[in-house]
């Protein structure tokens, strides 16, 4: 087989927090930005990437969750358990200190940790989680 990834989702609940964060923190392209009832999706992706992208998703905006669900959904949100992501860099050193310069919610400063990755960790305005490795 040949499989590659195209795009994964991530809940997002604050279109402007989000395309500030993904566009102007991370240096992501914004590749769409689509409104419809009220609602926004964002897809970004790393520059000179273009086969990955990142869609960020309303909760609210499967119809097949139900309220309760989507209020779950939102907690989890709030409390940064319900979804994650794990970027790479070769530089782990210079990009945490441009993460740190910005308004980036620092989680965890650059670790080598006891399974043989060196990461540091971080949120987005939704409350994911974002891991960044260090590939050598």
Same mark, same amino acid.
């Given at each position: ?17 989000? *395309? ?9 392209? $914004? ?26 998703? #309303?909760?609210?905006?499967? #119809? +097949?969750?139900?309220?309760? %669900? ?16 794990? *970027?790479?860099?070769?530089? *782990?050193?210079?990009?945490? %200190?441009?993460?740190?310069? +910005?308004?980036? %919610?620092?989680?965890?400063? #650059? ?23 260090? $590939?050598?």
């Amino acid at each position: 087989m040949d499989l590659s990834i195209y795009n994964c989702f991530l809940p997002h609940d604050d279109h402007e927090a989000s *395309l500030a964060f993904y566009r102007d923190t991370l240096g992501f392209e $914004v590749r769409n930005d689509v409104e419809y009832g009220g609602m926004h999706w964002l897809t970004v992706g790393p520059p000179g990437q273009p086969q990955t992208s990142l869609v960020l998703t #309303p909760p609210a905006a499967d #119809p +097949g969750v139900t309220e309760e %669900e989507r209020r779950t959904v939102t907690e989890m949100m709030a409390k940064g358990t319900y979804a994650s992501i794990n *970027l790479a860099t070769k530089d *782990l050193d210079g990009t945490f %200190e441009r993460l740190q310069a +910005g308004d980036a %919610e620092i989680v965890q400063e #650059p670790t080598d940790q006891p399974w043989g990755v060196r990461d540091c960790a971080l949120r987005d305005p939704a409350g994911n989680m974002i891991r960044i490795f260090e $590939v050598r």
